[in-house]
């Protein structure tokens, strides 16, 4: 293993960039990044290059400087999804942003309730693991202010999705906040489908949000995966400024895309697209935050045209509300079964 040590200078505003090599088998490159400045606690902060979503991407993060102090931090862990119970759980915190493999500072086995309330812990930046039997790994990161209580919820995903599934798992903090996750795409030029709290079915499409956290979660499956280029957003009655969204597949048992909505007075965070026709190798976080009305044809300038469905396609019925929609035979890979 090669290690290479590089300085950045940041600009007047703060912010700073660099740029990794990523490698050809397409495997994560990872580096390491140490944000200091005078009279605040240094930061570390991981950061994973190439993977899912493909080498490319640009990583953004909004790095927190703390100064030295003492903080409080709650956390709560709860299931996506009602019908699956968490037994046992443990929360593991590390030092810095990304840091979910590195030497464990804190660990603690959660009570019943799932909920853990720190009464006294050094201030700073720490990433925090949730980690349950048969439930796939939630991470998130904190940034602990002197003196200030900090609430945290974590959404866990139960270890039960099929090859042709996705899982969304949606945060957020703030008083009086009602956020509402969609997914948009287009079957062709006069057949549309926006799968949300209205409307929960739609060519493959199905919303289940069942989550047993309230207020602060919502979670959504992608029942089937067909081949659309689907627009994923996150719409709320105020900012997204602390909102987390994190999606989940059968590949590994951790999130592999996380996003953070950037900070912003704005009403729409436009989070990601999916090229179902490719898979989750196309995942394209877009990250970006605007005002209606949410445009699914922004994926194209990416994937190109998008396939667009016929009367005259073969292959397995769906139900799009009460009408037949049968997806192209030459699809069957994103289906559980065929005609």
């Known amino acids: 293993m090669t290690c290479r040590s590089l300085s950045v200078q940041t600009d007047s505003a703060g912010r700073f960039n660099f740029s990794l090599p990523a490698n050809i ?18 930061v570390m902060w991981t ?7 493909l080498g490319g991407i640009e990583k953004r993060a909004e790095i927190d400087l703390v100064q030295e102090g003492s903080a409080s931090l709650k956390v709560s862990l709860s299931s996506a999804f009602r019908n ?4 046992h759980s443990t929360l593991q915190i590390r030092t810095g942003y990304g840091n979910f493999k590195g030497p464990v500072l804190y660990s603690y086995n959660l009570n019943s309730t799932k909920s853990l309330y720190i009464a006294s812990i050094p201030a700073g930046v ?9 439930f796939a790994r939630a991470d998130t990161e904190v940034a602990l202010y002197p003196g200030k209580t900090l609430s945290k919820a974590l959404l866990l995903s139960p270890l039960d999705l099929t090859p042709d599934q996705i899982r969304i798992t949606l945060t957020w903090t703030g008083e009086n906040v009602d956020l509402d996750l969609k997914a948009a795409f ?10 949300g709290y209205n409307q929960r079915l739609c060519a493959g499409a199905k919303l289940i949000a069942e989550s047993e956290s309230g207020a602060g979660g919502e979670a959504i499956t992608l029942q089937q995966v067909g081949p659309f280029q689907y627009l ?4 709320g009655n105020r900012t997204i400024a602390s909102a987390e969204l994190a999606l989940y597949t059968s590949l590994k ?3 592999i895309l996380r996003l953070k909505a950037p900070r912003s007075d704005k009403t729409v965070w436009n989070a ?21 009305p949410v445009d699914p044809r922004v994926c194209q300038e990416a994937y190109g045209p998008a396939y667009a469905y016929s009367s005259q396609d073969k292959g397995l019925t769906l139900e799009q509300n009460s009408t037949a929609v049968p997806l192209p035979g030459a699809f069957q890979h994103w289906l559980l079964s065929s005609n």
Do not use: H, R, W
């Open 84 to 87: 699956k119970q968490i037994d």
């Open 272 to 292: 990601f697209c999916l090229n179902g026709l490719e898979g989750v190798g196309t995942l394209l976080p877009l990250s970006l935050m605007t005002e209606f």
């Open 186 to 195: 287009s079957l062709n030029a006069n057949l549309s489908c926006l799968v």
């Open 126 to 134: 720490y990433s925090l693991s949730a980690v349950a039997a048969g």
């Open 232 to 235: 994923l957003y996150v719409q």
């Open 253 to 255: 048992p951790y999130a």
């Open 47 to 53: 950061v994973a290059v190439g993977g899912v979503p």
């Open 25 to 42: 088998d397409y495997s994560p490159s990872f580096a390491t990044v140490l944000v200091s400045k005078a009279g605040f606690e240094p």
